[in-house]
């Protein structure tokens, strides 16, 4: 474990003597955002010459996350958030009743709620307990239609092996919808491995809330076109309603409307930040806090819900308790910023941190843990 942070602490907003460890909530954000929004503003002011300026914003965040995930640009589109666009594969596929969906038990509602609020027919849920690598295999069968997963869970830290997921799912014919928001902006994505991939961007990603990636895999789903549309989504030109417009030929047809252009420029701008390092380097550095981290916490015989194994886990390091957001709230108190939700604590790990957060962590949490 590098003993310094990789990035530059004073880019964030982070005040002094804080340990900013809630990447898996909210990152802190880059100073550099103010002139992103800055810059939106006065391109929203331009009339039609802004709309270019937009467009071309656009243009340069799908580019950045198509370098960073494996994909060409075209694969690349944006959604409001990771449950719009489950949801828009969710309502394209044709059910029949009795097929059903694969999922963790703990995984994310974003995933899950797009497919179980269907109504005729239902959709039939298979959820793999436990914590064995290999557990979703016992779910699927003939009529699964699709294995829905985030590649590092929210809740617990652990990273699914996509390339088994995979596997399991062209061996019954299902897709592989998976969410990379806990993922994206540390770790290689591989978005190959998915039919269809997703990403909230206000994460490690350094971006902010309102817009979330979308990545069709054309390859593998070559006639997939959703079952609805807006103007977006449509294909520029002239509009001729005798028969239904074509769809855009591209990812943006999951752009219903206007995608929200200040969160793009946001993200763009950090696209930039953060492609000034390998992101092999970055994903080094924060599985060696995470590692560190729980070797200590095993040392001091603090239980976590994360697997130890640095290929199983990924910039989360997640502990139950009943008393998570007291002991969340006192650590915030000592400087100690760590994220709170369904009975567990999560220290979240960026570029931005150091050994000494991680030090600062360990004394803030064993301070109020017995």
Same mark, same amino acid.
């Given at each position: 474990?590098?003993?310094?942070?990789?990035?530059?602490?004073?880019?964030?907003?982070?005040?002094?003597?804080?340990?900013?460890?809630?990447?898996?909530?909210?990152?802190?954000?880059?100073?550099?955002?103010?002139?992103?929004?800055?810059?939106?503003?006065?391109?929203?002011?331009?009339?039609?010459?802004?709309?270019?300026?937009?467009?071309?914003?656009?243009?340069?965040?799908?580019?950045?996350?198509?370098?960073?995930?494996?994909?060409?640009?075209?694969?690349?589109?944006?959604?409001?958030?990771?449950?719009?666009?489950?949801?828009?594969?969710?309502?394209?596929?044709?059910? %029949?009743?009795?097929?059903?969906?694969?999922?963790?038990?703990?995984?994310?509602?974003?995933?899950?709620?797009?497919?179980?609020?269907?109504?005729?027919?239902?959709?039939?849920?298979?959820?793999? %307990?436990?914590?064995?690598?290999?557990?979703?295999?016992?779910?699927?069968? &003939?009529?699964?239609?699709?294995?829905?997963?985030?590649?590092?869970?929210?809740?617990?830290?652990?990273?699914?092996?996509?390339?088994?997921? %995979?596997?399991?799912?062209?061996?019954?014919?299902?897709?592989?919808?998976?969410?990379?928001?806990?993922? &994206?902006?540390?770790?290689?994505?591989?978005?190959?491995?998915?039919?269809?991939?997703?990403?909230?961007?206000?994460?490690?990603?350094?971006?902010?809330? !309102?817009?979330?990636?979308?990545?069709? =895999? %054309?390859?593998?789903?070559?006639?997939?076109?959703? /079952?609805?549309?807006?103007?977006?989504?449509?294909?520029?030109?002239?509009?001729?309603?005798?028969?239904?417009?074509?769809?855009?030929?591209?990812?943006?047809?999951?752009?219903?409307?206007?995608?929200? #252009? &200040?969160? $793009?420029?946001?993200?763009?701008?950090?696209?930039?930040?953060?492609? /000034?390092?390998?992101?092999?380097? $970055?994903?080094?550095?924060?599985?060696?806090?995470?590692?560190?981290?729980?070797?200590?916490?095993?040392?001091?015989?603090?239980?976590?819900?994360?697997?130890?194994?640095?290929?199983? #886990?990924?910039?989360?390091?997640? $502990?139950?308790?009943?008393?998570?957001?007291?002991?969340?709230? &006192?650590?915030?108190?000592?400087?100690?910023?760590?994220? =709170?939700?369904?009975?567990?604590?999560?220290?979240?790990? #960026? !570029?931005?941190?150091?050994?000494?957060?991680?030090? #600062?962590?360990?004394?803030?949490?064993?301070?109020?843990?017995?």
């Amino acid at each position: 474990m590098s003993e310094g942070p990789l990035f530059d602490p004073r880019d964030f907003m982070i005040a002094d003597g804080v340990a900013h460890l809630c990447a898996g909530g909210e990152s802190a954000p880059l100073h550099r955002h103010a002139a992103a929004l800055s810059r939106y503003l006065r391109d929203k002011s331009r009339g039609m010459a802004g709309r270019v300026a937009q467009e071309a914003e656009i243009a340069r965040a799908r580019a950045g996350i198509a370098r960073s995930w494996g994909v060409d640009a075209a694969s690349i589109g944006f959604v409001g958030n990771v449950a719009e666009g489950v949801s828009i594969v969710a309502e394209s596929l044709d059910w %029949r009743d009795g097929d059903n969906l694969v999922i963790d038990a703990n995984e994310y509602p974003s995933v899950v709620g797009p497919f179980l609020m269907r109504r005729r027919p239902g959709v039939t849920l298979r959820q793999a %307990r436990g914590t064995g690598p290999d557990r979703f295999a016992g779910c699927v069968d &003939a009529r699964t239609r699709a294995i829905g997963v985030s590649h590092v869970s929210y809740l617990t830290g652990e990273r699914h092996d996509l390339s088994a997921l %995979r596997a399991l799912a062209d061996s019954v014919g299902a897709l592989l919808v998976v969410d990379f928001t806990q993922a &994206a902006g540390y770790l290689p994505i591989e978005a190959t491995f998915a039919d269809f991939a997703f990403s909230a961007c206000y994460k490690w990603l350094l971006g902010v809330t !309102g817009v979330a990636v979308a990545c069709w =895999n %054309r390859t593998r789903q070559p006639g997939w076109s959703p /079952a609805s549309a807006g103007w977006y989504s449509l294909e520029p030109g002239s509009r001729s309603y005798d028969k239904p417009p074509p769809l855009r030929e591209d990812a943006l047809r999951f752009t219903r409307g206007n995608p929200a #252009h &200040a969160s $793009i420029y946001v993200l763009a701008d950090a696209l930039d930040y953060l492609a /000034a390092r390998d992101v092999r380097d $970055i994903q080094a550095h924060v599985q060696g806090m995470t590692t560190a981290m729980l070797e200590r916490l095993e040392a001091l015989r603090v239980p976590t819900l994360t697997p130890a194994d640095p290929a199983r #886990h990924g910039a989360s390091v997640c $502990i139950s308790s009943p008393r998570a957001q007291v002991i969340v709230d &006192a650590m915030a108190r000592r400087g100690v910023l760590a994220w =709170n939700g369904q009975g567990r604590i999560r220290f979240s790990f #960026h !570029g931005y941190n150091s050994s000494q957060d991680v030090d #600062h962590a360990l004394d803030a949490l064993t301070a109020e843990w017995s």
